[in-house]
């Protein structure tokens, strides 16, 4: 079973910068593409990002372009979002999740299989 673990997250003001980890055991990164998501409470979880196991083709949602970079290091297992100039909006729990099957929607969190207990960010002055 994969098994993922986030780290990284904390406090930052407007315009920081914050560098999340998502650690990948039981398979390796190979197997597995894996998503960035977050959620506020009362919200719906939605996806940030995504980097898929086979060319490490990178998909982001319209709020991180240009902002998130999504990265993987296959020796490692490990997953890096990177995250810059943030806003108080991007404040909440991010998650990673592993994906075993491509889907028409990477960024959709009801298509990841496995995912982490997530990491809480929050952006505020």
């Known amino acids: 079973q994969l098994e993922l673990a986030e780290s990284g997250g904390g406090l930052v003001q407007p315009g920081g910068s914050l560098t999340l980890s998502c650690v990948v055991s039981g398979y390796t990164l190979d197997y597995y593409a894996i998503g960035w998501f977050r959620q506020v409470p009362g919200e719906e979880r939605e996806g940030v990002a995504y980097?898929?196991?086979?060319?490490?083709?990178?998909y982001y949602a319209y709020f991180a372009k240009g902002r998130f970079t999504i990265s993987k290091d296959n020796a490692k297992n490990t997953v890096t979002l990177q995250m810059n100039s943030l806003k108080p909006e991007d404040t909440g729990v991010y998650y990673c999740?592993?994906?075993?099957?491509?889907?028409?929607?990477?960024?959709?969190?009801?298509?990841?299989?496995?995912w982490g207990k997530g990491t809480a960010v929050t952006v505020s002055s």
């Open positions: 999740a592993g994906d075993d099957l491509p889907d028409s929607d990477p960024l959709d969190y009801r298509g990841m299989d496995y």
């Open positions: 980097i898929s196991n086979s060319d490490g083709t990178t």
